[in-house]
């Protein structure tokens, strides 16, 4: 697009642009005063149009820029502001809500709200109904037809259950609004008609008779296909089954992974993909399984996005839990990582819902022991020649790439950098333990002695990392000379039994409360004593000295990263 100015000087910018529809009319005003601008074809002027039918003048004129809303609202019949129709359509929602009583609301729905909003210029919301027929289709299928291709209101009662009544949001008010409410519920039965259609159609086959056809459902060229990876989750759910309930979680888990995907096929998912999982575990039920593998199949996606809620029961834990981290460590396996913003496997939305889960649902789980048990270590699964042959290397990888997940995670809650650094580092194992030694972190931190020990810390693991072969933390009495290397021993030997006793209870404040006592020895030491001492033996020792404090100090978290 080209600026003219009225000195035929033209600005830097566009120089071609794409509209959608055509333009009728360019307003640029600058107070009351028209700027000669020209765009699309037009020349800049003081007047638009206003609605199409119900504005009180063809030609809206403005005097001047600040009156630009009043104006096309009063002769336009539009609300200009974005914002004012979003809150005018929210309350309009809610005034036909209480019109229909009975504790009736319309769903929640942000992006439909804004939708809606940018599609009309002057809403006015109406109560419409189709036939309680359509009620025995599941409400999630009624619901995103209405919402995806009408961008309709659908109206729940006070329990959250659907009802026949739905709220359009109309972009004209006539004095008898009734052909607008029959035009609207004429439009959406043949589309309820399609849903209840696919859901008879869809229950006169069990999910597991389509099991054999995801066999024919490729899953990616390098993994195989659905039938494939059906086998990998069921086998990684069974073991994580047996490990949290023996064998009666493993068998539930086994058969829900089983069954998960078949909903894959079915019409209902095949026209409305966003009902994998929810599909399933109706058509579960249909097929007499238990609630229990019914309600893992709907949840195995759970969580979907940020903030969703977990699987309601264990056996969902294990299947959700399963298909997740097969998911990573193949990806992973093939090298088929996230890049930028491009993650076409939402492989980060998956390590979120690995953490939380582990975090919530299964705290007794250790995370790496749960991707070398993935990624094919000493289970009955074998993965296909393409993963990288160098397990430790996946391994690795993925680690590193769920821990830096969760850092970011525990960082937009509210925790420090230095917090966050100094838990994170030392990779903990059972991730619902990560929330006590952050809080822990920042008791400790709190000490007046703590900043002379964390950098005291850092020298220490400095020293460490410079020995010619790592020290092993042993003490041997006999070489201990100077007298503040003896009192170190000492400190770090009546230390110890306070620290041990707090970490084997769990209670890591305590343990690292227990450091406090090390200040003064520690900074003795370091005042008086040679590490490097000429005699190998003694030498040996005092590193020897060094790693046990380093051990000792290093439990519950990297002292040293809060080391300024």
Not at 156 to 183: E, H, M, Q, R, Y
């Amino acid at each position: 697009m080209s600026y003219q100015l009225e000195s035929g000087c033209e600005l830097p910018g566009w120089s071609s642009v794409s509209f959608v529809r055509p333009a009728h009319s360019l307003l640029a005003l600058h107070g009351s005063d028209v700027v000669p601008v020209t765009a699309l074809g037009l020349n800049a002027s003081n007047t638009t149009q206003g609605h199409r039918f119900e504005a009180a003048k063809p030609v809206v004129t403005l005097l001047d820029a600040d009156s630009y809303a009043a104006t096309l609202e009063k002769d336009g019949a539009v609300i200009a502001s974005f914002a004012a129709r979003k809150a005018e359509i929210a309350k309009q929602l809610a005034a036909a809500a209480a019109k229909v009583g009975g504790g009736c609301k319309p769903i929640e729905d942000d992006a439909l709200l804004d939708e809606v909003t940018a599609l009309v210029e002057r809403p006015n919301v109406l109560i419409c109904e189709f036939e309680k027929q359509f009620l025995d289709v599941p409400q999630e299928c009624l619901i995103l037809t209405m919402k995806a291709n009408q961008k309709y209101f659908p109206m729940l009662d006070a329990a959250g259950k659907l009802t026949n009544k739905f709220l359009v949001v109309s972009n004209i008010s006539p004095t008898d609004a009734s052909f607008v409410i029959g035009g609207n519920e004429r439009v959406v039965r043949p589309r309820l008609a399609d849903a209840k259609f696919f859901f008879d159609q869809d229950r006169k086959k069990t999910l597991e008779s389509r099991i054999p056809q995801l066999a024919k459902v490729v899953y990616h060229n390098k993994l195989g296909s659905q039938g494939e990876r059906v086998e990998r989750v069921r086998a990684i759910a069974r073991a994580i089954g047996q490990h949290l309930g023996g064998d009666l979680l493993a068998k539930q888990a086994d058969r829900a992974a089983l069954l998960a995907k078949a909903d894959l096929l079915t019409d209902m998912v095949g026209e409305f993909p966003e009902l994998q999982g929810i599909m399933g575990g109706y058509y579960a039920l249909n097929d007499k399984e238990t609630p229990e593998v019914a309600a893992a199949i709907e949840d195995h996606y759970k969580p979907r996005f940020a903030g969703d809620e977990l699987p309601r029961n264990q056996v969902g834990v294990v299947v959700a839990l399963a298909d997740k981290l097969e998911t990573l460590v193949g990806m992973f396996g093939i090298g088929n990582l996230p890049t930028g913003d491009k993650d076409p496997f939402a492989l980060r939305r998956h390590a979120l819902g690995v953490i939380r889960m582990l975090v919530e649902k299964a705290p007794q789980l250790e995370l790496q022991t749960l991707i070398n048990r993935c990624i094919g270590l000493g289970w009955e699964i074998e993965w296909p020649d393409e993963v990288d042959s160098s397990k430790a290397t996946t391994v690795l990888n993925l680690l590193n790439f769920i821990y830096d997940r969760f850092a970011g995670s525990l960082r937009e809650q509210g925790y420090s950098a230095q917090e966050v650094d100094a838990v994170i580092s030392l990779r903990p194992q059972k991730l619902a333990e990560v929330a006590q030694r952050l809080a822990a972190v920042r008791a400790f931190a709190a000490l007046p002695q703590a900043p002379a020990l964390a950098a005291a810390n850092k020298r220490v693991g400095n020293i460490l990392k410079k020995a010619e072969t790592p020290p092993e933390a042993t003490i041997n009495p006999a070489l201990l000379q100077a007298g503040e290397e003896q009192a170190l021993a000492d400190a770090l030997k009546s230390v110890a039994l306070r620290a041990d006793s707090a970490w084997a209870n769990g209670q890591f404040e305590e343990n690292l409360k227990a450091l406090a006592a090390l200040k003064e020895p520690v900074d003795a030491f370091f005042d008086k004593v040679m590490v490097n001492h000429e005699d190998p033996a003694i030498r040996a020792n005092r590193l020897g000295l060094l790693a046990t404090l380093h051990q000792a100090m290093n439990r519950v978290a990297d002292l040293s990263k809060l080391a300024t």
